[in-house]
Nanobody
Framework: QVQLVESGGGLVQAGGSLRLSCAAS????????MGWFRQAPGKEREFVAA????????FYADSVKGRFTISGENAKNTVFLQMNSLKPEDTAVYYC?????????????????WGQGTQVTVSS
């Protein structure tokens, strides 16, 4: 039974920073990459960032480029999301996900395991 656990969410003022963490709980799993998605109330879950272990490539949504940085350690099933210059529109539940097969890093359907999410709230 694979479990991914996110942490690091919280309440910050606009312009502030947060660092989210995600790791597999209880076991190490084989992945080709990991990603971060977010979902605001009444909205669809959207892509934020992802990292490919094989190519070391990072992918970002246009809305977060230049502000967020993804990093991780494949051997430890860990992934981080450093979020700087936060805006109120970044407010959402953030989910990490593990990609264990081929497919686009931008789509939720490419990922096999998901965490429960961590709340990020950015005040004006």
């Amino acid at each position: 039974q694979v479990q991914l656990v996110e942490s690091g969410g919280g309440l910050v003022q606009a312009g502030g920073s947060l660092r989210l963490s995600c790791a597999a709980s209880g076991q190490i799993i084989s992945t080709v990459g990991m990603g971060w998605f977010r979902q605001a109330p009444g909205k669809e879950r959207e892509f934020v960032a992802a990292i490919s272990w094989s190519t070391a490539a990072a992918f970002y949504a246009d809305s977060v480029k230049g502000r967020f940085t993804i990093s991780g350690e494949n051997a430890k099933n860990t992934v981080f999301l450093q979020m700087n210059s936060l805006k109120p529109e970044d407010t959402a539940v953030y989910y990490c996900a593990a990609k264990r097969r081929a497919g686009s890093y931008y789509f939720t359907t490419s990922y096999d395991n998901w965490g429960q999410g961590t709340q990020v709230t950015v005040s004006s």
